[in-house]
């Protein structure tokens, strides 16, 4: 079984920065992708970042030039240093990991998320 966590959250004012952390454990045999995903409040869920194996990261058009996902491969891990917050970047931001178990079964997984509040 595959576990997924987020860490990095909190609360900034606008214009400051915070770096998310994710992390999956468990019996994995090969991660092809890792996403960071977020859900304003009244919203719904929305893509923000997405690495796949052996690619550079891709953004959508609110995260470009603000945003930064990183991967570490050998630690199962994924960044995502958020600059130049703004309020509307407020919400839930949850990572997903698609890859193989140990039984070589796919897996696809979110995590429980991570609080993000950009207010002054």
């Known amino acids: 079984q595959v576990q997924v966590v987020e860490s990095g959250g909190g609360l900034v004012q606008p214009g400051e920065s915070l770096r998310l952390s994710c992390v999956a454990s468990?019996?994995?045999?090969?991660?092809?992708?890792m996403g960071w995903h977020r859900q304003a409040p009244g919203k719904t869920r929305e893509l923000v970042a997405l690495?796949?194996?052996?690619?550079?990261?891709k953004y959508v058009d609110f995260a470009k030039g603000r945003f930064t996902m990183s991967r570490d491969s050998a630690k199962n891990t994924a960044y995502l240093q958020m600059d130049s917050l703004k309020p509307e970047d407020t919400g839930v931001y949850y990572c997903?990991?698609?890859?193989?178990?140990?039984?070589?079964?796919?897996?696809?997984?979110w995590g429980q998320g991570t609080q993000v509040t950009v207010s002054s």
């Open positions: 690495v796949r194996h052996g690619e550079d990261p």
């Open positions: 997903t990991v698609d890859g193989i178990g140990g039984d070589y079964q796919l897996f696809h997984v």
């Open positions: 468990g019996t994995i045999t090969g991660i092809y992708s």
